[in-house]
């Protein structure tokens, strides 16, 4: 089945910086990439998504990349604030129906 | 986006006792549902895939026989802890996704945090 890895499993970057969290699949089938943003307690939301006919994606501050050959997939946050401080999941959807199979998380600090 | 709704959002239970959680796609219809499981700092693990109208399919290493799926209709999908102890406090998360298979986000229950004391 599929698995996923995700790194770093904790990051802190001061207000302004970037943040880059990578992962890594290993089902050549999985053929879409969502990532989730959790806040303490609460159910995850969905920040952003790529599918494996796109190489890369933004939606203002947020980014995702992929490679495909490699099975990497990247989130890169811009221009940080502290409301982005969460947990975010990286994780991998296989072709044969919805099963998603989540990353570790990232907790990312942003320090004012 | 799609709602899901989750039910109750929190639970204490004493040991030995059953709970149940439901799940409900409130503006679509979920021909299959997902249930999640959270450990704190962790993150989500399958539990099981559930199909409308038929048995759901457990993921490797979770008793069928204590985590009791039911998903009757399309736009319900209920979670038995059967005699629950102290290791099986946990969040309990149901997600959903409409739309063919391959394709569509999934859109999350708000949480199901059950205590067994």
């Known amino acids: 089945g599929e698995n996923v890895e995700q790194h770093p499993s904790t990051l802190s970057v001061q207000e302004g910086d970037s943040a880059v969290i990578k992962c890594t699949y290993s089902d050549s089938a999985s053929n879409y990439f969502p990532w989730y943003k959790q806040e303490l307690g609460k159910r995850p939301q969905l920040i952003i998504d790529i599918r494996s006919n796109v190489g890369e994606k933004k939606d203002q501050r947020i980014a995702v990349t992929l490679n495909k050959t490699a099975k990497h997939f990247s989130l890169h946050i811009t221009e940080t604030q502290p409301e982005d401080s969460a947990v975010y999941f990286c994780a991998a959807r296989d072709t044969g129906g919805f099963k998603t199979i989540f990353g570790a998380g990232t907790r990312l600090f942003v320090k004012a | 986006g799609a709602v899901v709704s989750q039910h109750p959002s929190w639970v204490i239970c004493k040991s030995g006792t059953s709970v149940k959680i439901e799940c409900r796609s409130l503006?679509?219809?979920?021909?299959?549902m997902f249930w999640y499981r959270q450990f704190p700092k962790q993150s989500l693990m399958l539990m099981a895939t559930?199909?409308?109208?038929?048995?759901?399919?457990?993921e490797q290493g979770v008793e069928k026989d204590k985590f009791l799926i039911n998903h009757a209709s399309l736009t319900l999908s209920t979670l038995t802890v059967t005699s629950a102890h102290p290791e099986d406090s946990s969040f309990y998360i149901c997600?959903?996704?409409?739309?063919?298979?391959?394709?569509?986000?999934?859109?999350f229950g708000e949480g199901s945090r059950l205590t067994v004391l």
């Open positions: 503006d679509f219809q979920a021909t299959t």
């Open positions: 997600s959903a996704g409409p739309g063919q298979s391959g394709t569509g986000e999934l859109f």
């Open positions: 559930s199909n409308e109208g038929s048995k759901a399919t457990y």
